[in-house]
Structures are given as structure tokens and as C-alpha cells.
């Protein structure tokens, strides 16, 4: 018996196996064995398998918004206030100041953001989300009415956000912080443009008080025989007067933050009707004489004020 030859088939699989040892069994022309190797071993033919592919990992953990919390979000963002190339004076970003808004401020580690209030502001308090990885301080500069609070915020590391509730005697500001890895705002401040507003209006005030109520006339042109009679309320007119043409009723201070009662001629018969009248200061300015006229405000318990003239025979009016 001729001995076989197998090459050694280390490592092949069982399938491998049985086609070496039907390779050994084929002999050539001559008796003479053909010696397997494992190049004339064929593996099996490998069928492709369908591989599910990765689940995301913010797909496995995304967080399904109820409508409440898409409301939030919505508002949020658009409540907030970028930063803006116009609106940097130098390396400072200058914020217009509306109550609501939420201002966005970029900080970096190793550097030193500071917020500035307006001056003369005093701060109440400072309150953020995250006091753990941001180093957050106050200090104030200048003496005075100059006396300016800075709000001093640092991250200890890229990557954070927080938000900041800074709270003044004059307004509280909405801020939403976040950290980069070098990019920083050095300073942001605000304007106001309610408190500009204010200022004029009150600048509009003291002029109008300057102005005189009546120009050219003469003190001997001025009749002051008016009766003021009725009930007393806050707003009862302190005297009224005429030059001739127009009449004049005087009120106190008061008339000018409190409601101002409408002016109504009453005639002979007692008929009630309103007449123009414009308001300049604290004086109603009429621009005609009238025997009598009532000031009146109110519905179910209405307040009435009467100014009658005194007769052109001279007589003076009382003053009760």
C-alpha cells in the first residue's frame, strides 16, 4: 500500500478537511499520488449578512418636547440678543437694555468678562444656574453719581453654559453665558433708551413750564372776578381769569399725574355742553368768555366744580 501524503491543514475547518481528503484520493495517470496542499483547499462560499446599522447615541437618548417645552424654546431664542458687530464700541459690546430680553454673552477660561451696569445703578443681587464651574464677582469703580457696579464672570472650562439673573434698584437683566475654548468678550454694558425717552420728556416739561401761558397783556387787562363753587377734589381749580378774550382756570400741581375732568359751558336754562379747551401746564386755556361752565368727572358719584363770572357791573365773585 502506497503511503499518502497530506500536507498539514492546521487551522482549516471541517469543510476544509473533507475537500483535502477528497483532493488526496485523486491520482494522476500512473498510479502516482497528487500530494494535497492547501492552495488546492477551496473555502465555502461566504453568504453576506445584513448588519443593523449603529443606533446614534442622540438618537437613543433624544428627548421628545412636549408642546409646553417647544413654546419655551421658541421664545427663549427668540428673545435673545446676539452679539453685533455695530454694536461694539471699541471691545465693548453695547446691549440697547429691554425688560425680557436675554443677552448673550461668550466667556473663555482664563478670561475675565465684565459686565457693567449703568452708573449710579445699585446691584441688589446676582444669582446664576451653575455657581460650581464659573467664578462669578463684583466690584464698582468710580465715586458718586459716576459710581459704576461691574459683575466680574470667569469659566473654569470650555464647553459650559449657565444663565445669570443680575438684579438692580432700577431693573433685573437676563443673561445666558457660555464658555469657548479662547474666544472671549471682554466687556458689555447698556443703553436705555425708555430712560433717554424719560429724560426728554421731563426736559419737554421744565420748557413748557418756562413758557408763559399768555404773551402781551397787560396786568390791567386781566379780570380775576370768577366764583369757584361746588365740591373740593384734589383737582378743584385754585382761581380762574380772562384777559379779555380767552379764559384761564388754574389748577393745582396735581392735575398733572391725575385724571383731568372735562370743561362743559352751561347756559341760561341750565343746558350743559363741552367746549375746546387746551390743556398748557397746569391751566385750562379757553379761547372765549363764558358766564358759567362746570367741571365734572365721575359717573354714578360724580364730582362737580362750577366757575361762574361775576357781571360785567363789577361785582365780585365769591370764593368759597
Given at each position: 500500500?502506497?503511503?499518502?501524503?497530506?500536507?498539514?491543514?492546521c487551522g482549516l475547518?471541517?469543510v476544509?478537511l473533507?475537500?483535502?481528503a477528497?483532493?488526496?484520493?485523486?491520482?494522476?495517470?500512473?498510479?502516482?499520488l497528487?500530494?494535497a496542499?492547501?492552495?488546492?483547499?477551496?473555502?465555502?462560499?461566504?453568504?453576506p449578512?445584513?448588519v443593523a446599522?449603529?443606533v446614534s447615541?442622540?438618537?437613543?437618548?433624544?428627548?421628545?418636547?412636549?408642546?409646553?417645552?417647544?413654546?419655551?424654546?421658541?421664545a427663549?431664542?427668540?428673545a435673545?440678543?446676539?452679539?453685533?458687530?455695530?454694536g461694539f464700541?471699541n471691545?465693548?459690546?453695547?446691549?440697547p437694555?429691554?425688560?425680557g430680553?436675554?443677552?448673550?454673552v461668550?466667556?473663555?477660561?482664563?478670561?475675565?468678562?465684565?459686565?457693567?451696569?449703568?452708573p449710579?445703578?445699585a446691584?441688589?443681587?446676582?444669582?446664576?444656574?451653575?455657581?460650581?464651574?464659573?467664578?462669578i464677582?463684583?466690584?464698582?469703580?468710580?465715586?458718586?453719581?459716576d459710581?459704576r457696579?461691574?459683575?466680574?464672570?470667569?469659566?473654569f472650562?470650555a464647553?459650559?453654559s449657565?444663565?445669570?439673573v443680575?438684579?438692580?434698584d432700577?431693573?433685573t437683566?437676563?443673561?445666558?453665558?457660555?464658555?469657548t475654548?479662547?474666544?472671549?468678550?471682554?466687556?458689555?454694558?447698556w443703553?436705555?433708551?425708555?430712560?433717554?425717552?424719560?429724560?426728554?420728556?421731563r426736559a419737554?416739561?421744565?420748557?413748557?413750564?418756562?413758557?408763559?401761558?399768555a404773551?402781551?397783556?397787560?396786568?390791567?387787562?386781566?379780570?380775576f372776578?370768577?366764583?369757584?363753587?361746588?365740591d373740593?377734589?384734589?383737582w378743584?381749580?385754585?382761581?380762574?381769569f380772562d384777559?379779555g378774550?380767552?379764559?384761564?382756570?388754574?389748577?393745582?400741581?396735581?392735575?398733572?399725574v391725575?385724571?383731568?375732568?372735562?370743561?362743559?359751558?352751561?347756559?341760561a336754562?341750565?343746558?350743559?355742553q363741552?367746549?375746546?379747551?387746551r390743556?398748557q401746564?397746569r391751566f385750562?386755556?379757553?379761547?372765549?368768555l363764558?358766564?358759567?361752565?362746570?367741571l365734572?368727572?365721575?359717573l354714578?358719584?360724580?364730582?362737580?366744580?362750577r366757575?361762574?363770572r361775576a357781571?360785567?357791573?363789577?361785582?365780585?365773585?365769591?370764593?368759597?
Open positions: 500500500m502506497k503511503r499518502l501524503l497530506i500536507a498539514p491543514l475547518s471541517l476544509a473533507c475537500a483535502a477528497e483532493a488526496v484520493s485523486q491520482t494522476k495517470p500512473g498510479g502516482i497528487k500530494p496542499t492547501v492552495a488546492d483547499v477551496k473555502a465555502p462560499p461566504v453568504t449578512t445584513k446599522p449603529p447615541r442622540s438618537i437613543r437618548h433624544a428627548h421628545r418636547l412636549n408642546a409646553a417645552e417647544v413654546r419655551v424654546a421658541l427663549n431664542r427668540a435673545t440678543l446676539q452679539p453685533a458687530a455695530p464700541v471691545a465693548v459690546q453695547v446691549y437694555f429691554a425688560d430680553t436675554l443677552y448673550q461668550y466667556t473663555a477660561p482664563e478670561r475675565v468678562t465684565d459686565i457693567a451696569l449703568q449710579g445703578e446691584l441688589i443681587s446676582v444669582a446664576a444656574g451653575d455657581t460650581v464651574r464659573w467664578v464677582g463684583d466690584t464698582t469703580s468710580g465715586s458718586g453719581s459710581k457696579t461691574h459683575i466680574l464672570i470667569k469659566p472650562s464647553g459650559l449657565t444663565n445669570l443680575i438684579t438692580s432700577r431693573r437683566y437676563h443673561l445666558s453665558l457660555a464658555s475654548s479662547g474666544t472671549a468678550m471682554v466687556a458689555l454694558s443703553t436705555y433708551p425708555r430712560d433717554a425717552l424719560i429724560a426728554l420728556k419737554e416739561e421744565e420748557r413748557a413750564k418756562a413758557v408763559p401761558v404773551s402781551g397783556i397787560s396786568p390791567d387787562q386781566l379780570h372776578d370768577y366764583a369757584i363753587t361746588g373740593r377734589p384734589a378743584r381749580p385754585l382761581r380762574a384777559d378774550r380767552e379764559t384761564f382756570i388754574e389748577f393745582p400741581a396735581s392735575i398733572a391725575g385724571e383731568a375732568p372735562p370743561l362743559f359751558l352751561v347756559d336754562k341750565g343746558r350743559a363741552l367746549v375746546n379747551y390743556l401746564g385750562y386755556v379757553v379761547d372765549r363764558f358766564d358759567a361752565a362746570e365734572r368727572l365721575g354714578k358719584h360724580q364730582e362737580v366744580v366757575i361762574e357781571p360785567a357791573n363789577g361785582r365780585k365773585g365769591k370764593w368759597s
